[in-house]
């Protein structure tokens, strides 16, 4: 199989094995869930429930604030018992809405939607409503609402949706289970994104390390000569947006510029299929597929669960942490953010849990740059990463910014590469963090 | 929930198995072939400036590190590589007191003034070579034939006993005695020189486990001895001989390759690797010494900042305004 790639970039071990062969399971409905308002990129929602209020699966609970901003349904049927601030993957507290769980079963769908209606009687204009009132944002983790890329700038055209689905984090499996089982969905959800941004070709992006998805898609999309399947090296981060683009189509997104400007949209293989859920059965994004994995946890799984379950019901679900656990990661290895509580609730984002052991847990003690260039050689946006990581840490941001600190999009690559054990990537981090707010403040 | 001691720590969680320590012992191992091959052929002579030289740098850098009152770091390997290193450029036969100065130097006014590792803007085992060389130019340019390795000189043995390969090429020696060049020698390092530099063989094997383990960029030893062989041909001399005598192979694969020394850029590294082999070349033609590693790489050290500041690659999606 030819398969296609970007420039430079890393490998590091898949470690997918573990959960790689193991069907996605339905996680039965915690006795509580804890939604926050804000899970995506853009403003909070607004609640439409009080205390005390019963509602059931699928219900609107808070409105979108104006146009980046999603909808938030109830992912359980329950009563809400609060609405108040609560530990966020994002390491805030944030306001979020807790339902407890009264046992109620099934869903109520979005309104507008017409179950069983064909794909070939619904307007573009709709499914973007739909997506609006459905929730949707990008599932890949960055959360972006999915409707915003539908709404490409004046005298912009949308030639090609790309499905992202690499999966190059290491651990994760989530989206491998669900290309498996349920490619129909998929690819579903790909012809109504083409539709819907009037596309003439849609792609789907697959590391061959899934060869068993690639060849079921190729199968079930054979038909069809607007899609087509692209087997892509193993290689990270192949699945980073503007790589993913370049791989596929040779197109190179200029800096500053978005997908849009070479034509393109990429979106989320799990986006894909809640799409597809959304249109055919009228169900609004309440819940996720994620990847319960590593050395650290008793039971790996692929597990389906509703958004705003908490940490603590799937590790036990799962069969518990393992006395030796010492690292609770949000999502992958590479880019996942590290937590020390259990309370904290599945997101739209949330692609998987990584519980580490504590023998995993490298050194932490970082050495002097030695300038021996691996960083250089890797940074798959041809950053100079070192010279980075020295003007962040030192706080002169001005070099930083000149050597292209804001380009950077935090794959972790030249981290992990370091021999001295750098944490660039955070300095990187840091360094864009501190930019913005500057600029912010200055208008 | 019980409690379970947990870490939170940046982003990401897993690490290249790769270590700096790891490197160094790494260049360590490569060495050690040329190591033996000039303790084999020069004896104990060699062993005594070859230890004498990795315990001064060593001590020389725990020592400067506990006087400024920092960490000390010789477990990382670099002091090791910095000694080991520099042995390998010294006569076999250099008094020991002389190889421990140099060591000292390369270590102290080398490295550790500039800041230690990293911080150095030449590279310490040549600077200390430098400091050798202008100190005490007659020992350092004392060379002896390993027993029994100058039959192929016939009746001029004595004439030549004294000098390398290279010193008798200069001197026209081969043309005016009909002696051909003993080109096996050369390749075996059964030969007059430094204790490291005169075994191709022993060099080449620690160059391909270096490169294939990928610790050094190829690039630079590409430039360098590419640029060497090129203007030898132009100038109508052997490129061989070229490459084989003196310590081009030692400096091409381990002296200019040193990290912190030279551009970080790829392309940048092949310039750099390119003007080592530009100035080795017009040393040994219009210089004053028969040899010009040594000088080529320190001067190229001083260009680096400028060849990498020339050569920083063009960024992912960048649209050159003048383009």
């Not at chain 1, 329950?78 to 530990?87: D, F, R, S, Y």
């Not at chain 1, 490298?362 to 100079?384: A, H, N, Q, T």
């Not at chain 2, 610790?215 to 090129?230: F, K, M, Q």
């Amino acid at each position: 199989m030819r398969a296609k790639t970007f420039r430079k970039g890393i490998h590091p071990p898949g470690n997918k094995e573990r959960t790689a062969a193991i069907p996605i399971e339905v996680l039965p409905a915690p006795k509580r869930v804890v939604l926050p308002l804000c899970q995506h990129i853009g403003a909070p929602a607004q609640p439409l429930v009080t205390v005390g209020e019963e509602v059931t699966a699928g219900q609107k609970i808070a409105e979108a604030q104006g146009m980046v901003s999603a909808t938030l349904h109830a992912s359980i049927s329950g009563k809400v018992t609060a609405i108040e601030e609560w530990p966020h993957p994002t390491g805030k507290q944030l306001p979020a809405i807790v339902i407890e769980n009264t046992g109620g079963q099934g869903f109520s769908p979005a309104p507008g939607v017409n179950p069983g209606r064909p794909l070939a009687e619904i307007t573009g204009e709709e499914i973007k409503e739909l997506m609006r009132a459905g929730g949707l944002v990008g599932m890949g983790g960055a959360a972006l609402p999915t409707h915003v890329k539908y709404y490409p700038p004046a005298g912009k055209k949308i030639e090609y949706i790309i499905l992202n689905g690499a999966e190059c984090e290491p651990f994760l499996t989530c989206d491998h289970r669900l290309m498996l089982e349920r490619p129909e969905a998929v690819l579903y959800g790909l012809k109504a994104m083409m539709k819907t941004a009037g596309a003439k070709k849609g792609y789907i992006g697959v590391e061959l390390n899934k060869a068993d998805v690639i060849k079921v898609l190729q199968e079930k999309a054979s038909g069809d000569p607007t899609i087509e399947i692209v087997p892509l090296r193993v290689k990270y981060p192949q699945g980073e947006e503007r790589m993913l683009i370049y791989a596929i189509t040779g197109r190179v997104v200029p800096t500053g510029g978005l997908p849009v400007d070479v034509g393109v949209v990429v979106n989320n293989v799990g986006t894909a299929a809640a799409l597809a859920d959304l249109l055919q059965t009228g169900k609004p994004l309440i819940s996720r597929v994620i990847t319960v994995t590593g050395e650290g946890i008793n039971e790996p799984k692929n597990l389906e669960v509703p958004l705003g379950t908490l940490l603590e019901d799937i590790v036990a679900h799962c069969g518990g942490l393992k006395d030796n656990a010492g690292r609770i990661i949000l999502g992958g290895p590479m880019t996942g953010p590290a937590h020390y509580r259990l309370d904290l609730p599945v997101i739209k984002g949330t692609c998987g849990i990584l519980i580490q052991t504590r023998e995993e847990i490298g050194e932490m003690e970082y050495m002097d740059c030695i300038r021996c260039g691996k960083c250089v050689e890797i940074c798959p946006f041809s950053l100079l990463p070192n010279y980075l990581g020295l003007y962040a840490e030192k706080n002169r941001l001005e070099e930083a910014k000149r050597y292209g600190v804001m380009e950077c999009r935090e794959c972790g690559s030249c981290a992990y590469v370091c021999p001295s054990r750098r944490p660039l990537t955070q300095w990187i981090k840091d360094a864009k963090r501190k930019i913005t707010a500057a600029q912010r403040k200055t208008g | 929930m019980e409690t379970t001691q947990l870490t939170v720590s940046p982003a990401p969680h897993i690490r290249a198995r790769q270590s700096t320590a790891g490197i160094m012992w790494m260049v360590v191992t490569a060495l050690l072939p040329a190591a033996a091959a000039g303790v084999v052929l020069f004896g104990r002579p060699a062993l005594i400036v070859i230890i004498s030289s990795i315990l001064a740098a060593v001590l020389a850098e725990a020592l400067c590190q506990w006087v400024m009152g920092r960490r000390i770091t010789v477990g990382d390997g670099s002091a090791a590589v910095t000694g080991l290193l520099l042995a390998l450029t010294l006569p076999p036969e250099l008094p020991w007191w002389m190889t421990i100065s140099g060591a000292a130097f390369a270590i102290i006014i080398g490295k550790q003034v500039f800041g230690g590792l990293g911080h150095n803007l030449f590279n310490p085992a040549l600077a200390g070579r430098a400091f050798l060389l202008a100190s005490w130019p007659t020992a350092m340019m004392t060379w002896k034939w390993p027993a029994g390795s100058l039959s192929w000189a016939g009746g001029s043995a004595d004439a030549v006993a004294g000098a390398t390969v290279l010193e008798l090429a200069r001197r026209g020696f081969f043309a005016q005695h009909g002696v051909q060049v003993p080109y096996s020698q050369l390749f075996m390092g059964n030969i007059a020189g430094s204790i490291g530099e005169t075994s191709a063989l022993a060099l080449l094997l620690g160059a391909v486990f270096l490169l294939a383990f990928q610790v050094i960029d190829w690039r630079i030893p590409l430039g360098y001895l590419g640029a060497l062989a090129v203007l030898a041909v132009l100038a109508g001399q052997n490129p061989v001989f070229h490459l084989l005598s003196g310590g081009v192979l030692i400096g091409a694969f381990f002296m200019a390759t040193d990290y912190v020394t030279t551009p970080i850029t790829p392309g940048g590294r092949f310039f750099f690797g390119l003007g080592c082999g530009v100035l080795t070349f017009l040393i040994r033609i219009y210089g004053g010494y028969p040899e010009g590693v040594t000088y080529a790489i320190l001067l190229m050290n001083a260009a680096a900042p400028l060849l990498e500041k020339a050569t920083i690659p063009k960024r992912f999606g960048e649209v050159r305004a003048n383009v």
